[in-house]
Each structure stands twice: as structure tokens, then as C-alpha cells.
């Protein structure tokens, strides 16, 4: 079994116990969602996404032509500054 179908029958048997409540649990849309999601915590998310923005001001620092979609917002949530983000590194 592969872990996709391991995590649709472990969804499934945690429905049963559940009873009815969980009716509306479709164990293999929980499976998918589990399996799309590559990041199990707010900080693994961070530390992704600090990642990718230092790496960018680096290229920028190196080359102010290499100005990147990252350095002028962050993930498309909230628009900042290159000043604002190197202001994160200190």
C-alpha cells in the first residue's frame, strides 16, 4: 500500500470511531490534503519562506538588476520593503 492509501484507510477508521459527527469527513479529500501539504508547522513554513527570501537578497545584493517578486512582498500577504526585509536579518 502506498502512504496516500495508508493515510485514506487511517482517516477512514479514525471516522468510524468518531460516529457520526464526522459524517462529513471524506476520508480521501483528508489523505490529499495531507499529502498536498509539505509543512507540518507555522515555522517550518517560515523557515521555508526565509529561505527563499534570503536567497533572493543575495542574488539582488550581488546584482540590483535580479529584483524579485519575493523581495517586494512576502508571498503575496503583506507588501514590505527590501529595507524592511534586510531590517529582519540583524
Same mark, same amino acid.
Given at each position: 500500500?502506498?502512504?496516500?492509501?495508508?493515510?485514506?484507510q487511517?482517516?477512514?477508521?479514525?471516522?468510524?470511531?468518531?460516529?457520526?459527527?464526522?459524517?462529513?469527513?471524506?476520508?480521501?479529500?483528508? @489523505?490529499?490534503?495531507?499529502?498536498?501539504?509539505?509543512?507540518?508547522?507555522?515555522? $517550518?513554513?517560515? /523557515? =521555508? &519562506? @526565509?529561505?527563499?527570501?534570503?536567497?533572493?537578497?543575495?542574488?539582488?545584493?550581488? $546584482?540590483?538588476? /535580479? =529584483? &524579485?517578486?519575493?523581495?517586494?512582498?512576502?508571498?503575496?500577504?503583506?507588501?514590505?520593503?527590501?529595507?524592511?526585509?534586510?531590517?529582519?536579518e540583524?
Amino acid at each position: 500500500m502506498s502512504q496516500y492509501q495508508d493515510d485514506i484507510q487511517a482517516v477512514a477508521n479514525l471516522k468510524a470511531a468518531q460516529g457520526s459527527a464526522w459524517d462529513a469527513i471524506n476520508p480521501e479529500s483528508a @489523505a490529499r490534503m495531507k499529502a498536498q501539504n509539505r509543512f507540518q508547522t507555522g515555522l $517550518d513554513i517560515a /523557515k =521555508y &519562506t @526565509a529561505g527563499i527570501m534570503r536567497a533572493d537578497m543575495a542574488v539582488f545584493d550581488n $546584482d540590483k538588476t /535580479k =529584483y &524579485t517578486q519575493s523581495l517586494g512582498c512576502w508571498h503575496g500577504f503583506v507588501a514590505v520593503s527590501y529595507t524592511h526585509l534586510r531590517a529582519h536579518e540583524t
